[in-house]
Nanobody, 123 residues
Framework: QVHLVESGGGSVQAGGSLRLSCAASGRTFSRSDMGWFRQAPGKEREFVAS????????HYADSVKGRFTISRDNGKNTVYLQMNSLKPEDTAIYYC????????????????WGQGTQVTVSS
């Protein structure tokens, strides 16, 4: 069992930056692949980025590649999403997820979810 709590969301102007954190409880965090998804109003939840349990491999959606960076600190049971050069279209609720297939972009491949944190980017 993994319990996830996101933080770090907020409002920012286009071109700005935010850093999201996801704190995990449970002894299996260091063996769990971690991911970030987002859901904008009226849209389906979509994959943003993921990182393998060891931190050695990452995967990004094309829409955020080069702007967002996912990382993790297994000693702190935390995964991060550094978001730079934010655009209005990045506005969404961002969710942290834990699973066993870091390369999967489909929501049903991920076992545990946080409650989400709102990110709003104004133009």
């Amino acid at each position: 069992q993994v319990h996830l709590v996101e933080s770090g969301g907020g409002s920012v102007q286009a071109g700005g930056s935010l850093r999201l954190s996801c704190a995990a409880s449970g002894r299996t965090f260091s063996r769990s692949d971690m991911g970030w998804f987002r859901q904008a109003p009226g849209k389906e939840r979509e994959f943003v980025a993921s990182i393998i349990w060891s931190g050695g491999s990452t995967h990004y959606a094309d829409s955020v590649k080069g702007r967002f960076t996912i990382s993790r600190d297994n000693g702190k049971n935390t995964v991060y999403l550094q978001m730079n050069s934010l655009k209005p279209e990045d506005t969404a609720i961002y969710y942290c997820a834990a699973g066993r297939s870091y390369y999967s972009t489909t929501i049903w491949s991920w076992d545990y979810w946080g409650q989400g944190t709102q990110v709003t980017v104004s133009s």
